[in-house]
Nanobody, 115 residues
Framework: QVQLVESGGDLVQPGGSLRLSCAAS????????MGWYRQAPGKQREFVAA???????NHADSVKGRFTISRDNAKNTVYLQMNSLKPEDTAVYYC?????????WGQGTQVTVSS
């Protein structure tokens, strides 16, 4: 089992940057995949980015070139660096972990992009 705690959400102007953090309750080296999803009002939750225990990454087409997922094994933390933010990036961002096929979710952090 793993608990996930997100932080870093905020109100930011278009073109700005934010870095989200997801702290895990266990060493992330033992977690198969960790990722970020987001859910905007009235829309389904969608995939944003993921990183495997070996460091391989994958990003949704909508965020490629703007967002970067990374991790710090020593801090058991995964990050999402978000640059060139757009109003359509506004959503609640959720951290996700997969361990032996079981998914775990954080409580979410709100990102609002608005002038």
């Amino acid at each position: 089992q793993v608990q996930l705690v997100e932080s870093g959400g905020d109100l930011v102007q278009p073109g700005g940057s934010l870095r989200l953090s997801c702290a895990a309750s266990r060493t992330i080296f033992t977690i198969d995949v960790m990722g970020w999803y987001r859910q905007a009002p009235g829309k389904q939750r969608e995939f944003v980015a993921a990183i495997t225990s070996r460091g391989s990454t994958n990003h949704a087409d909508s965020v490629k070139g703007r967002f970067t997922i990374s991790r710090d094994n020593a801090k058991n933390t995964v990050y999402l660096q978000m640059n060139s933010l757009k109003p359509e990036d506004t959503a609640v961002y959720y951290c996700n972990a997969v361990v032996l096929g079981v998914q775990y979710w954080g409580q979410g952090t709100q990102v609002t992009v608005s002038s």
